[in-house]
């Protein structure tokens, strides 16, 4: 720990400890302490970010932010939904739609308004539906009431939060390098291909009874949908017509695939016979379940003492599985690669997650946190390129992460959740095929792969790959996979709540590789998530010498 954190004074030396005597008061203090004093990240966070909050909302006056809007909203929205779809099927209907869209929302424009790095996306994750419908599995045998349940881990969780965020213990952020980051990333893309099959297989049975017409027609659509969206978004990477028109039909890929393969099951002749199952959906603005009030949001019921301190250790996981979620999210928003120019903040952020926390506690509906892929592809959709594809700038506003937080609240008005109600959940599945195959395609582990099987005479002499040995290349990858596997698998037995540890245990591998590779490979295939301006905040000594 002194490595990390600086020099202990229980280790000086004779001279060390007359010099410390002879010191003034200032130089005392610095020998007396090494951490930065509490509230020290937070404070840093704000000072620096605060003088470019009026620039934010300035800076959206620009035409990137309109495809980045939309792409954004469907790409937070349409994910949502399917994992209400998922919540509600396995909570017995505790959780739908209305809770996941009020969540979204809420993400959306707390931290578009509020938080120090609007890029961020928040909203209802895969992990955090995983949790919600293993508690309720745990609490369901012991009689004790979800919400009220819920309601406490919420809160144990908040504590944690602000408790990490006024420690700086954000601050071990700093060591997390791109070898965890692209395993969860890996973790996620494929856990939405799996959300995509598991959807696909409910549609063989409607009301306890087998429906073949429905199953086949619904894995045609989600196929068929998945081939021409993928074609579409890729379609800024062809040679065809001119720039401008490819990254049109590339922005509004999504949004129009969604809209036009849900209509196609309307389009009549055979498909009339067909008997596609959509989207459930409730009262506009009130809670699904009818195990609580649902004329108001309040969801906090009293439950025994006993089972508000059993409520804790799942508020600890919860605030692990948050703390490496949501601050990853954040720096692979942030990546080098795009090029921004102003400061980050994580203390402060991770405060603000934590009261968003409790305020779903409150609300008995999912707490949100930053989004993978979601929160990188909303930074991307605001990259202006050259021709050639080479980044210029980042269009570094709040307006699209706010407004798309507003949007998804209007949905939950009647005539929208109507709309959302003839989405076919095959149309569900597609999105997440589409957005799970384009993470794929994207992912450092498969770009690894791809190149250890590569024929040599085909290799690109300008790819950093080709000064690693390929007996180190596949070793690093047999441990990426090692570290994927245990991810994958935990998420799908009874163990799953314990998937935060998991996390935790790939970051704590990265620190052995200076065992197992010189520092020249590791250069290659373990750089840092984000460049140091935007890691600055989470350096110990950057916040001492703040103090």
């Keep these: 720990m002194a490595e990390i954190f600086g020099t202990d004074v229980s280790s000086e030396t004779p001279d060390d400890e ?45 035409y990137r932010v309109i495809p980045s809007l939309l792409e954004t909203f469907f790409n937070n929205l349409l994910p949502a939904i399917a994992f209400a779809q998922d919540m509600f099927d396995r909570t017995d209907h505790a959780y739908g739609v209305n809770e996941v869209l009020l969540s979204s929302a809420m993400g959306g424009i707390v931290f578009g308004v509020l938080a120090g790095q609007p890029l961020c996306i928040v909203g209802v994750t895969g992990p955090i539906c995983i949790f919600s419908y293993t508690v309720y599995e ?30 700086n213990v954000v601050c071990l952020l700093q060591y997390v390098s791109t070898y965890p980051c692209d395993i969860f990333g890996l973790f996620i893309n494929v856990v939405y291909v799996e959300k995509g099959i ?43 017509f001119n720039y401008r028109i490819r990254t049109f039909v590339s922005d509004y890929a999504t949004a129009l695939s969604v809209v036009f393969w849900s209509a196609f099951t309307f389009f009549g002749g055979y498909l009339n016979d067909v008997h596609f199952q ?57 990546r080098y690669q795009y090029r921004l120019t102003k400061p980050a903040t994580f203390h402060y952020d991770f405060l603000l997650l934590g009261a968003t926390t409790a305020v779903s506690g409150v609300l008995g509906i999912p707490p949100p946190n930053g989004l993978i892929p979601q929160a990188p592809m909303h930074t991307e959709t605001l990259l202006v390129r050259d021709e050639n594809g080479n980044v210029l700038r980042c269009v570094e506003q709040r307006f699209t992460n706010t407004f798309q ?27 997440f ?10 992912n450092t582990i498969i770009h690894r792969i791809v190149w250890i099987f590569t024929d040599p005479k085909k290799k690109s002499d300008t ?22 596997i245990p991810e994958f698998a935990i998420t799908n037995t009874k163990g799953t709540i314990g998937f935060p540890l998991v996390l935790l245990i790939t970051v704590a591998v990265s620190f052995s590789f200076p065992k197992f590779f010189t520092e020249k490979e590791l250069a290659i295939l373990e750089k840092d998530v984000a460049e140091e301006f935007v890691k600055k905040n989470l350096i110990m000594s950057s916040l001492t010498e703040f103090d």
């Excluded at 200032?26 to 090494?34: A, F, L, N, P």
């Excluded at 809160?155 to 408790?163: A, C, D, E, G, V």
Aim: aromatic letters at 16%; charged letters at 15%; proline letters at 5%.
């Design 405 to 431: 937080g507003v949007m998804t609240l209007c949905t939950m008005a009647r005539p929208f959740l109507i709309c959302l109600g003839q989405i076919p959940q095959a149309v569900l599945a597609g999105l």
């Design 463 to 484: 790819n950093p790959l080709g000064k690693v040995r390929i007996k180190k290349l596949a070793l690093f990858v047999t441990i990426s996979l090692a570290g994927f």
């Design 433 to 442: 095929f589409i957005m799970g195959i384009q993470g794929l395609v994207h």
């Design 278 to 334: 959509r989207l459930p959906i409730t009262k506009a603005f009130h809670p699904t379940s009818v195990m609580r009030d649902r004329s108001t949001w309040l969801a906090y019921t009293s439950i025994s003492v006993k089972d508000v301190f059993i409520a804790l250790p799942f508020g600890i996981i919860l605030t692990i599985l948050f703390y490496f979620d949501h601050n990853v999210s954040s720096l692979m928003a942030q």
């Design 138 to 167: 745990i609490i369901k045998p012991l009689n004790t009431d979800f919400f009220g349940f819920m309601f406490w881990i919420y809160i144990w969780s908040m504590i944690f939060h602000f408790l990490l965020a006024a420690f």
């Design 198 to 240: 598991q959807i696909l297989i409910r549609q063989f049975e409607f009301k306890g009874k087998t429906d073949l017409s429905a199953g086949y027609a619904s894995i045609t659509v989600a196929l068929v949908m998945t081939i021409f969206g993928l074609a579409a978004k890729l379609f800024v990477y062809t040679p065809f």
């Design 18 to 62: 007359e010099l410390r005597k002879n010191s003034t008061p200032e130089e005392k203090v610095g020998w007396r302490r090494r951490l930065p004093k509490p509230f020290a990240g937070i404070v840093k966070d704000v000072r620096d970010r605060l003088p470019y909050y009026w620039s934010d909302w300035k800076d959206a006056w620009d």
